[in-house]
């Protein structure tokens, strides 16, 4: 049996701790303490340092240079590999709207490193099918030409495209005639869906069809405030029903850019941090450092933006040229069409552990920010007995960080990430 020891870190399971030592054996954590013990087999000297589980992404399209609709397992695993790094353990991949054959591809390949955990990468808890059956009004950077009204045809088709590994359906509920799509779902989400998670998102519903919608078995909701109705002094929407219903689950898009820190802070006061995801929804820039895209990016001054070189994002990104847009980072994060009547935000460039230190200058304690990034997402995604917390029994999915939340050491499946 391998053991590995953790001694003389400050934990946070996540809740605090306190000083002490984790023993690993195999993958899994089987126990924790804050007396000496005698450290057996290989052993991490964390003095100094704060021990966190690994955080949980509940939404991202790319990482590492790479986008998630490739539809190549390759792909797949950059992606893992460059959220590791930075202390991401567990991912949900983003699917875009687009055909159905580039769809069905995307999904196959995260299927693939759903069955078969990528070496040194973060784990893949499956696929959200973010934007197929959203709302053309509110549509975002999903490309309008593929989204249609939720249908069963269309949805088996990718169900069975994941092997049964799509994790997060997103919906616009106007558009689900009597709600039949979700209540189908929610009814046989246990016996014949793997426990489907079925959110709300890309929507202009009514603050009743929200509420409705919930009430019928939608628990999540995508990328709370963006693509999404209300806000408004006289007319409420879908984000007032997530704001204001105890039984949805809310993402929110943490760079800065997306949500402003009122916002984003009204949303965790009003909810709860039981009740809040953090999320990046980012792009294939996250965890590439600024210097490496920028060589092969146009700054346009004009535009005070980079235009992304076109040539490479069509070899890994082949969402470009289904949308026939152009990419632009600006200000941190990506854009589409910058400086055109079409212009709007498209996704974020950070990783997870640079949103949770904005949420802590937002004023949160490491603590809540930590539970809104692991055990939060973990419980609504239903692997909350496996990942999301540090207790004995569960999987090693473990980081070590310093106090500015640097990553010193990844810990996946019980075993050291390198590099």
Known sequence: METL???????????????????????????????????????????????????????????????????????????????????????????????????????????????????????????????????????????????????????????????????????????????????????????????????MGHTNATYQQAIDAIDAGVTRATHTYNGMSGMHHRTLGAVEAVLSHPDIHAELIVDEHHVHPFWGNNLIQQKGIHAVGLITDCTELAGVPEEDWQTSATYIPALDAYRLNEDAIAEHDTAFETNSTEKYVRNGAMWLDVGKPTERLAGATITLMDGIRNVINWGHSLEDALTMATLTPAQNLGVADSVGSIATGKTADLVIVDDNLSVHTVILRGKLVKN
């Not at 249908?151 to 997103?170: C, P, Q, R, Y």
Request: charged share 15%; with cysteine.
């Open 5 to 199: 020891t953790i001694v003389n870190g400050d934990i946070y399971t996540p809740t605090h701790y306190g000083q002490g030592s984790i023993v690993i054996q195999n993958d899994k954590i089987s126990t924790i303490t804050s007396e000496a013990l005698k450290p057996s087999g290989e052993v991490i000297d964390a003095s100094g340092c704060l021990i966190i589980p690994g955080l949980i992404d509940g939404l991202v399209h790319g990482g590492g240079g790479y986008d998630s609709m490739t539809g190549e397992v390759e792909d797949i695993a950059t992606i893992a590999r460059a959220h590791a790094r930075s202390g991401v353990t567990a991912l949900v991949l983003g699917i875009s709207s687009g055909s159905m054959e580039q769809i069905n591809n995307a999904l196959t390949a995260i299927a693939h490193a759903v069955d078969e955990p990528i070496s040194d990468g973060s784990r893949i808890l499956g696929s959200y099918v973010e934007g197929k059956f959203g709302s053309l009004a509110k549509n975002g950077a999903q490309n309008a030409k593929y989204i249609t009204p939720p249908n069963f045809e269309e949805f088996h088709a990718m169900w069975a495209a994941s092997d049964g590994t799509l994790k997060v359906i997103s919906v616009a509920p106007e558009n689900d005639e009597n709600l039949q799509f979700i209540k189908h779902l929610s009814t046989f989400s246990t016996d014949a869906y793997n426990n489907i998670v079925i959110a």
